[in-house]
C-alpha cells in the first residue's frame, strides 16, 4: 500500500511540471511541430506528412507499439485457446465423433 501512495505522489509531482494544456509557446509547438512540417516532405522523401512522421521519424516507438499489441494478442489467443479440465489434461474428443470420422475414412478408401 505504502508503494502505491509513493506513486501516486510521484505522479502528481511529475504532471504537476508538465506545461499547461493547448498553451501557445509549449516546446511541442515552438520547436518540433516547426521541424516536423519544414523537413518531412524534404527528408522522408514521403508525401504524407503524418506517414512520415509515423514510419521514419518515430519508426522505432511504431515498431516497439506493433510489437506490443502483437505479443497481447498471442497471449489472449494462447490463453483463451487452451482448454483443460478438471484433471489438467486436454479434453478427449467424445467417442460419437472418433466414430464418425472412422465412417469418413473407410468410405474414403472405398472410392
Do not use: H, W
Not at 501512495?5 to 518540433?32: F, K
Not at 505479443?71 to 465423433?97: M, N, Y
Request: net charge neutral; hydrophobic share 45%; charged share 20%.
Amino acid at each position: 500500500m505504502l508503494c502505491l501512495g509513493l506513486l501516486g505522489v510521484l505522479l502528481l509531482v511529475a504532471t504537476a511540471s508538465l506545461p499547461p494544456l493547448r498553451q501557445a509557446d509549449a516546446p511541442i509547438r515552438t520547436r518540433v511541430e516547426p521541424y516536423y512540417i519544414e523537413n518531412a516532405i524534404a527528408q522522408t522523401a514521403t508525401p504524407n506528412i503524418v506517414s512520415a512522421i509515423l514510419a521514419d521519424y518515430r519508426s522505432f516507438d511504431t515498431f516497439g507499439e506493433t510489437t506490443v499489441v502483437f505479443a497481447a494478442g498471442l497471449a489472449v489467443f494462447l490463453l483463451l485457446g487452451r482448454q483443460e479440465d478438471d484433471r489438467g489434461s486436454a479434453p478427449e474428443a467424445p467417442p460419437d465423433s472418433r466414430a464418425a470420422i472412422a465412417k469418413r475414412s473407410k468410405r474414403s478408401e472405398r472410392s
